[in-house]
């Protein structure tokens, strides 16, 4: 089957399922007189793209998706993911939600063939977001790309005032009922390294996040901060380009090798881990977040297989500075001396360093706010995440200032702990799109139920014509 025949039996299946067909929605107007959008997605990679199925799925159709990347260049798959392959394992479904002719494999057997399926280890990168483009065309789905949320306020009638850029600069604003911010891994904040990392030359570092010229590194000393997934995927590139050395720094007695998302793969805890209380909640996802992601073995054994990768275990970076072309990296273990130093140091969970949430950052809830854990299970950092609503809206700090931030749902890296994995995991799809989309819609129906029953009063419509009898 071609990718063309495959894409015509996706659209025949969902045709197959519509029930219920019936429209359901009547477009607002914002007070300037153009029409507002029912949902607005910042965002569209996969959770953007999925979370756009399920509401065209649900007959919410008046959607757009805004991305600020320009088309198939979106998410981290052609950017700074440097990894050859997925993590996942390839039979874990996603964005398809559940439509068998929408998965990955049914993508990837039309395209390469059974065979080549059955002998495929894990998904390529280049073929998950070529996946993923095919789907967006597939289902017909609505972005705009090289635009940026810039802004977002309250507008009148019960709209949100969304403020847009496009590539050229310009801005325009567009009004919606709901705004779902499917922005990836610094939604709510920035990708972080220490302020002495950041205060070194910028040609003699980078973030593992950032656009880095590898083939520059051939010959040279370089310095990866971490021991993560993606710190390695950095390490690997270098040595792959020929670095003399490659150094990885990591602060841990030994590197973390279990990936606890593997254990948290099962109905259960994806489906439910929300409706625990706070504690248990906070008591998983502590575990979960303060193991931090595993590498896998294919991943150390990219690097393992170069005889220049060395790893420091017991080494935090507590200092930096530059002597003439080199950074001096001060450890307990000793200064490293490198040409260039990447950090693989994750996130710094801030949302007043979005401009598009700084409005009302400080008023945006955090678990700090409505759970003190034990003295043994504190961690300041996992504190730091949004405290969501059952919907993955944003609830108030201070209840009344803000209250249209409950029109605004996060669903990234930053729903994790609310949610476990959800707006950033592939595993979690199945059960995190369906429930933000029916959190999405139960708003939408509630936000009309004065027309629905105004229609239902007004509905005339027969089912049955009696004819009169004829007398005999």
């Known amino acids: 089957m071609s990718l063309e025949a495959l894409a015509a039996q996706v659209r025949a299946d969902?045709?197959?399922?519509?029930?219920?067909?019936?429209?359901?929605?009547?477009?607002?107007?914002?007070?300037?007189?153009?029409?507002?959008?029912?949902?607005?997605?910042?965002?569209?990679?996969?959770?953007?793209?999925?979370?756009?199925?399920?509401?065209?799925?649900a007959k919410v159709t008046n959607i757009l998706l805004v991305d600020r990347a320009e088309r198939g260049r979106e998410g981290p798959w052609l950017t700074y993911a440097r990894m050859p392959t997925l993590r996942s394992p390839k039979d874990y479904t996603g964005p398809d939600l559940g439509i068998p002719?929408?998965?990955?494999?049914?993508?990837?057997?039309?395209?390469?063939?059974?065979?080549?399926?059955?002998?495929?280890?894990?998904?390529?990168?280049?073929?998950?977001?070529?996946y993923l483009l095919w789907f967006r065309d597939t289902l017909n789905l609505p972005v705009q790309n090289e635009t940026t949320v810039t802004g977002?306020?309250?507008?009148?009638?019960?709209?949100?005032?969304?403020?847009?850029?496009?590539?050229?600069?310009?801005?325009?604003?567009?009004?919606?009922?709901?705004?779902?911010?499917?922005?990836?891994?610094?939604?709510?904040?920035e990708?972080?390294?220490?302020?002495?990392?950041?205060?070194?030359?910028?040609?003699?570092?980078?973030?593992?996040?950032d656009?880095?010229?590898?083939?520059?590194?051939?010959?040279?000393?370089?310095?990866?901060?971490?021991?993560?997934?993606?710190?390695?995927d950095n390490a690997a590139m270098a040595l792959e380009v020929g670095a003399r050395e490659v150094r990885l720094l990591c602060r841990r007695a030994e590197p973390q090798v279990v990936q606890p998302y593997r254990w948290l793969t099962f109905t259960g805890f994806l489906r439910h881990l929300a409706d625990l209380p706070d504690e248990w909640r906070w008591r998983f996802m502590s575990r979960i977040l303060g193991l931090?992601?595993?590498?896998?073995?294919?991943?150390?054994?990219?690097?393992?297989?170069?005889?220049?990768?060395?790893?420091?275990?017991?080494?935090?970076?507590?200092?930096?500075?530059?002597?003439?072309?080199?950074?001096?990296?001060?450890?307990?273990?000793?200064?490293?001396?490198?040409?260039?130093?990447?950090?693989?140091?994750?996130?710094?969970?801030?949302?007043?360093?979005?401009?598009?949430?700084?409005?009302?950052?400080?008023?945006?809830?955090?678990?700090?706010?409505?759970?003190?854990?034990?003295?043994?299970?504190?961690?300041?950092?996992?504190?730091?995440?949004?405290?969501?609503?059952?919907?993955?809206?944003?609830?108030?700090?201070?209840?009344?200032?803000?209250?249209?931030?409950?029109?605004?749902?996060?669903?990234?890296?930053?729903s994790t702990m609310s949610f476990g994995p959800s707006g950033s995991s592939i595993n979690a799809m199945t059960t995190a799109v369906p429930k933000l989309v029916n959190g999405l819609t139960r708003a939408l129906f509630a936000g009309d139920v004065e027309r629905h029953w105004a229609e239902l009063q007004a509905y005339d419509v027969p089912q049955t014509i009696i004819a009169p009898k004829i007398p005999a």
């Not at 990708?191 to 996040?209: G, I, N, T």
């Not at 000393?221 to 993606?230: K, L, Q």
Request: proline fraction near 7%; include cysteine; aromatic fraction near 8%.
């Open 292 to 414: 931090r992601e595993g590498f896998p073995q294919h991943t150390w054994d990219r690097c393992a297989r170069h005889p220049n990768f060395i790893l420091m275990a017991g080494a935090p970076v507590t200092g930096a500075s530059a002597e003439g072309e080199t950074a001096i990296l001060e450890t307990p273990r000793g200064s490293v001396r490198a040409d260039f130093a990447i950090a693989g140091t994750g996130i710094e969970m801030n949302p007043a360093l979005r401009p598009e949430l700084s409005t009302f950052a400080t008023n945006i809830a955090t678990w700090a706010d409505h759970y003190t854990p034990p003295a043994s299970e504190r961690d300041d950092r996992l504190a730091r995440f949004p405290y969501l609503a059952p919907d993955f809206a944003f609830t108030e700090r201070r209840p009344g200032e803000t209250p249209w931030i409950r029109d605004v749902h996060l669903f990234s890296i930053a």
């Open 152 to 189: 977002i306020a309250p507008a009148n009638g019960n709209l949100l005032a969304v403020t847009l850029r496009a590539a050229d600069g310009t801005e325009t604003i567009r009004h919606t009922r709901k705004l779902v911010l499917a922005t990836g891994q610094e939604s709510t904040g």
């Open 211 to 232: 656009p880095i010229d590898f083939a520059a590194l051939q010959g040279k000393v370089v310095a990866v901060i971490g021991a993560g997934a993606s710190a390695l």
């Open 101 to 130: 002719s929408l998965t990955y494999q049914s993508w990837h057997e039309a395209k390469y063939g059974p065979a080549h399926w059955a002998s495929l280890d894990l998904i390529p990168r280049e073929d998950w977001a070529a």
């Open 14 to 57: 969902l045709d197959r399922i519509a029930h219920p067909r019936a429209s359901w929605l009547t477009p607002y107007r914002a007070l300037d007189g153009t029409e507002a959008l029912d949902v607005l997605i910042a965002g569209a990679g996969q959770g953007g793209l999925a979370t756009a199925h399920g509401l065209h799925r």
């Open 191 to 209: 990708w972080w390294m220490p302020d002495f990392l950041k205060a070194l030359p910028q040609h003699l570092r980078a973030h593992s996040a």
